[in-house]
Nanobody
Framework: QVQLVESGGGLVQAGGSLRLSCAAS????????QAWYRQVPGKQRELVAS???????NYADSVKGRFTISRDNAKNTVYLQMNSLEPEDTAVYSC????????WGQGTQVTVSL
């Protein structure tokens, strides 16, 4: 059973950058979709970025041009490079993949200060 572990979250000033990593405990080569979601308390979980097995990539409008999703199948890891961070990006970011079933990571906190 594949498990996901996120890392790379933290506190950063507005305009700064962070790179989130999502390491899988097993091969994710056959995953249909890999994605990053984020959630703020009291609000619905939001899809930030996704990448399919055929390398189709989608971004939320709010992060286009600032965030980049990528993956390294050899390392079973998905990344989210976040640049030009804004206070509105503050949230818990969770890794997700679908491989016959939905699998979620535990989440990592990203806090962007003014």
């Amino acid at each position: 059973q594949v498990q996901l572990v996120e890392s790379g979250g933290g506190l950063v000033q507005a305009g700064g950058s962070l790179r989130l990593s999502c390491a899988a405990s097993g091969s994710i080569f056959s995953a249909d979709v890999q994605a990053w979601y984020r959630q703020v308390p009291g609000k619905q979980r939001e899809l930030v970025a996704s990448i399919t097995r055929s390398n189709t990539i989608n971004y939320a409008d709010s992060v286009k041009g600032r965030f980049t999703i990528s993956r390294d199948n050899a390392k079973n890891t998905v990344y989210l490079q976040m640049n030009s961070l804004e206070p509105e990006d503050t949230a818990v970011y969770s890794c997700y993949l679908f491989m016959g079933r939905s699998i979620w990571g535990q989440g990592t906190q990203v806090t962007v200060s003014l």
